[in-house]
């Protein structure tokens, strides 16, 4: 019987080389491995803030193999959603995320498994829609922190980038845009409107329990003076005090029309389709009408072919 504890130790070493074996990724996070966790069948890592991933060992936990772990990387935070697999592993709806850092597909709806590409063209406002997905990953209960993803977002030493560093900016940025929106339309409450299919017009009013006793439907208009090109337009129940004390600071500049069917009544009508005031500072745009010449171009290629074979005529 002294064969038994060769086998056993000869088998030790195959799993072994099994696990660290270039087809399964290599060395790398398989030392951290936790038990499945209730519920899920992707092994779980320890949380962890200064492990530094590369994109090769990301991509080889993918949600393909269930022996390995399951993650993502938003804005180069990695995280063990393996008690997501319901949404993460392959073939399920968010499964374009997992293994990779596809931070854009938030809001471009692209993927990409072999190169990270930044946000760099992205909007403010964009870039604010992945930094919220962050922070629900930051919160969630389940979900790991296990590192950094080396490349856009962090560099070797685990350091943010500039570019993170500016995407966190227009992020705060646009975050105060989305705050100071928010309580003007809480100060300046909207409209109630109630349509019908059957009926040709739509209804609009104000209620004195509600919006203020006194307040009458205005075309509102909502202006950042950081943002001047992006206006904001809405119906919002005003007192006529409360109309001549509109801001106009180094903020925002508020102005507001009245609609020409309310008549100054708090209930009205307007038909639908109809156009809002029309505010004089604004200037239409025109469409640009562009006059036909008075022969068509086929005629008029033909006509200068013939012009310089004539002149080509008389040179000779």
């Not at 339309?185 to 040709?200: D, F, G, I, V």
Request: charged letters at 30%; aromatic letters at 10%; one cysteine or more.
């Amino acid at each position: 019987m002294k064969w038994i504890p060769f086998t056993i130790a000869f088998g030790a070493v195959l799993l072994a080389v099994f696990l660290t074996s270039e087809e399964d990724g290599g060395e790398g996070p398989d030392v951290d491995f936790k038990e499945a966790g209730e519920g899920t069948i992707f092994p779980r890592l320890e949380r962890s803030e200064t492990r530094l991933w590369t994109l090769e060992e990301l991509n080889r936990n993918n949600g393909s193999n269930a022996n390995r772990p399951l993650l993502l990387s938003i804005a180069g935070e990695v995280y063990d959603v393996g008690s997501g697999e319901q949404h993460y592993s392959k073939d399920k709806g968010y499964s374009g995320f997992s293994g990779r850092d596809a931070s854009r597909g938030w809001v471009t709806g692209e993927f990409n498994t072999t190169d990270i590409k930044g946000m760099h063209d992205l909007t403010p406002e964009q870039i604010k829609t992945v930094l919220d997905w962050r922070k629900f990953y930051r919160e969630h209960e389940e979900y790991r922190l296990v590192g950094k993803l080396v490349g856009d977002y962090f560099n070797e030493k685990g350091e943010k980038t500039e570019h993170l560093l500016q995407c966190e900016e227009k992020y705060e940025g646009a975050l105060n845009i989305e705050n100071t929106k928010a309580s003007y339309q809480k100060k300046y409450l909207s409209c109630n409107t109630r349509h019908e299919a059957a009926k040709p017009t739509f209804e609009v009013w104000c209620d004195d329990s509600y919006h203020g006793v006194g307040t009458l439907p205005y075309y509102l208009r909502f202006v950042l003076k950081s943002k001047p090109q992006s206006p904001d337009y809405r119906c919002a129940c005003l007192t006529k005090e409360t109309l001549a004390a509109l801001e106009d600071d180094a903020v925002v500049q508020l102005t507001a029309l009245p609609y020409p069917e309310c008549n100054g009544k708090q209930h009205c009508y307007r038909p639908k389709g109809s156009r809002n005031p029309k505010f004089p500072d604004e200037v239409e745009v025109k469409r640009k009408i562009i006059e036909p010449p008075v022969k068509p171009p086929s005629q008029l290629r033909r006509e200068e072919e013939e012009r310089k074979k004539k002149e080509a005529e008389e040179q000779k």
